[in-house]
């Protein structure tokens, strides 16, 4: 039996990644007992191994191929491009991302467009740069790796695209939305040579993971 990988993500998604699994019969118990500092777990029985990543670092390890599959949002696969393989929307860790300005500005002048060759802060450069593209403006990228929220607050952009989930920060900020760029939920990501060449372990996986999440679906609506 090969080797299968899995990377699964640190934080809030941890706890309903492992959910999903065990619901596909994979064993996960010794995650939750595990030392925390621990990143790398095995199961000998079943020739699973689980990898512990920060989100955005789990795309690297499953194009590389260090892990056959992955766990990651949706903001993570468009904003990195990286050459993997997207097996199912998984459904938790909904957010979305938004184009935001100043609360005040916005009462003033409302049309995204006469934003245009203005500046814009963000941790998502391509995901950013895209859009505004695509709606034929012509805005300065300025990324930044926290506190997105504070940049229009002391002039360094006119707006900024983050994402949200409650959207409260933005408020707590004086931010409205312009904008929604796309909403993004966590999906099931694979190496695309252990695709072909693991067929036999990933795609009975797949299955019952999609035939989890039609289950879980039709509960919703019952």
Request: hydrophobic residues 40%.
């Amino acid at each position: 039996m090969k080797l299968l990988t899995i990377a699964l993500p640190k934080g809030k998604l941890f706890k309903p990644a492992i959910e999903v699994l065990a619901a596909a019969g994979l064993p996960v118990e010794f995650l939750l007992d595990g030392d925390s500092r621990k990143l790398v777990f095995q199961d000998d029985d079943t020739q699973v191994r689980y990898m512990i990543c920060r989100p955005t670092d789990i795309p690297t390890f499953v194009e590389y191929g260090a892990a056959d599959l992955g766990m990651v949002g949706k903001d993570t696969i468009v904003e990195q491009a990286k050459d993997v393989s997207e097996l199912v929307d998984l459904e938790f860790g909904y957010c979305r991302f938004v184009v935001a300005a100043p609360k005040a500005k916005i009462e003033k002048n409302p049309d995204l467009k006469s934003y245009n060759y203005g500046r814009v802060a963000t941790k998502f450069p391509k995901v950013a740069a895209d859009f505004f593209k695509e709606k034929g403006m012509q805005m300065e990228i300025i990324k930044l790796h926290g506190n997105i929220e504070l940049a229009p607050v002391v002039g360094l952009s006119d707006l900024i695209v983050d994402i949200v989930s409650t959207g409260k920060t933005l408020k707590e900020n004086d931010l409205v939305p312009v904008a929604e760029i796309f909403s993004s939920t966590t999906r099931l990501i694979a190496n695309r040579a252990s695709s072909r060449m693991k067929y036999q372990r990933i795609q009975p996986l797949v299955a019952k993971i999609k035939e989890y999440m039609d289950k879980r679906e039709s509960n919703k609506n019952d």
